[in-house]
């Protein structure tokens, strides 16, 4: 019996074995879900022709056969190869990409963070991560933006933020400045999308990156929904009922203004339970301002909202609870502050 054994019969049981086994392999994901399939299909395929081949009589056909056999073969594994190649390439690709993002998040913690927002978003400078108004812009836009920075209108010879290109006196070179836009793009779901680009928002690889234990702690705070000032620029005003903020120019604030207590330079202030807090429109131009809990322009309605109101106009609410009450102006988001009430 074991000399008879057939050579077909054999073949298909190896060729069965062979794609079973590869359909395991293809399962725990040691190979590609794709190519394991590819893998098993031939197994079968050339197996089934093994077979067809000891069960055909003559030379001439078991000749035909085999040439079939080898035609099929060959046949099969070229485009599986080609598929498992362009696999590779597409996996090489999109780990390039990933890295881009982690680059560009070690960068944006490194020299964006601390105007831009850990998580890109936005405190002095405006919000970065996934913001409308940024998709707008092309990546020739944003490029030329990051590496030159931007003036200030009022003030030309004030930059609202420094060139960050080496070229331009900045820090970076221009592969960072191209790590900084993809990261940045990476935000923008319809974007990723439009250039079939994995989903991952950049801006989640930011903490991993931070090595500084201050950054660590300033991105933990961030994220529980604003940033205290350090306690130098607050200014006690516990002895006070009533204290007064204005709303003035500027020629350092992004906005063109700035909320500064009256009689003083900053916009922070220490005061006690049942103090009566106004702010007041002393901005030029005519320009409206008001007033929203909250911060990185984004309310948390711990006090009411005021109505915008112009220059000569105000607006009054009495903090009667303890806590943090950061503040922004609903027009310049950028003009903000910070009320500690004890
Ligand atoms: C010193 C603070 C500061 C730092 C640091 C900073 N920026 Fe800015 N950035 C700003 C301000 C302020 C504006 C808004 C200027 C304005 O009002 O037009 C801005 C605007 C931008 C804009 C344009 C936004 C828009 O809506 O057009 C981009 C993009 C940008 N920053 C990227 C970056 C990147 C990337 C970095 C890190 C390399 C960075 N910024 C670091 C302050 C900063």
């Known amino acids: 019996m074991e000399g008879n054994r057939n050579p077909g019969l054999l073949a298909v049981s190896v060729g069965v074995g062979l794609a079973i086994l590869f359909a395991l392999l293809g399962v725990t994901s040691v190979l590609e ?15 089934a022709l093994i077979y067809v081949f000891y069960s055909r009589g003559n030379a001439v056909t078991k000749t035909g056969y085999a040439a079939l056999i080898i035609t099929i073969a060959v046949g099969l594994i070229l485009p599986f190869l080609l598929v498992a190649q362009q696999q590779t390439q597409a996996n090489a690709q999109s780990a390039l990409y990933d890295l881009t993002l982690q680059r560009g998040a070690s960068l944006f913690g490194q020299y964006c963070a601390t105007c831009h927002g850990y998580q890109g978003q936005g405190l002095n400078g405006p919000r970065l991560n996934n913001n409308p108004a940024i998709s707008k812009l092309t990546d020739e836009d944003l490029t030329r933006i990051i590496s030159g920075g931007i003036a200030n209108p009022n003030d030309p010879s004030k930059l609202l933020m420094p060139a960050w290109l080496d070229t331009y006196g900045g820090s970076l070179t221009q592969d960072d400045i191209n790590y900084l836009v993809t990261l940045i793009r990476s935000s923008d779901p319809k974007y990723t999308a439009s250039k079939g680009l994995a989903k991952t928002n950049g801006f989640s690889y930011v903490y991993a990156t931070l090595i500084n234990a201050t950054q660590q702690a300033d991105f933990k705070t961030q994220e529980k929904g604003g940033s205290k000032p350090p306690a130098n620029q607050f200014v006690d005003e516990t002895a006070q009922k009533t204290v007064t903020i204005d ?9 063109g203004y700035d909320w500064q207590i009256a009689g003083g330079t900053l916009p922070n202030i220490t005061i006690k339970a049942g103090t009566t807090v106004v702010w007041d429109n002393k901005s030029t131009g005519g320009i409206p301002h008001s007033v929203v809990s909250g ?21 009054t609410y009495t903090f009667n609870t303890p806590g943090e009450y950061p503040y922004y102006c609903g027009v310049h988001p950028a003009m903000v502050g910070w009320i500690s009430v004890q």
Not at 247 to 255: E, P
């Open 247 to 255: 709303a003035v120019d500027s020629t350092t604030n992004s906005s």
């Open 295 to 315: 911060s990185g322009g984004t309310p948390n309605n711990k006090f009411p909202t005021s109505p915008i109101f112009a220059p000569g106009g105000s607006y």
């Open 33 to 47: 879900g794709r190519i394991a399939f590819g893998l098993a299909v031939v197994s079968l395929g050339v197996a």
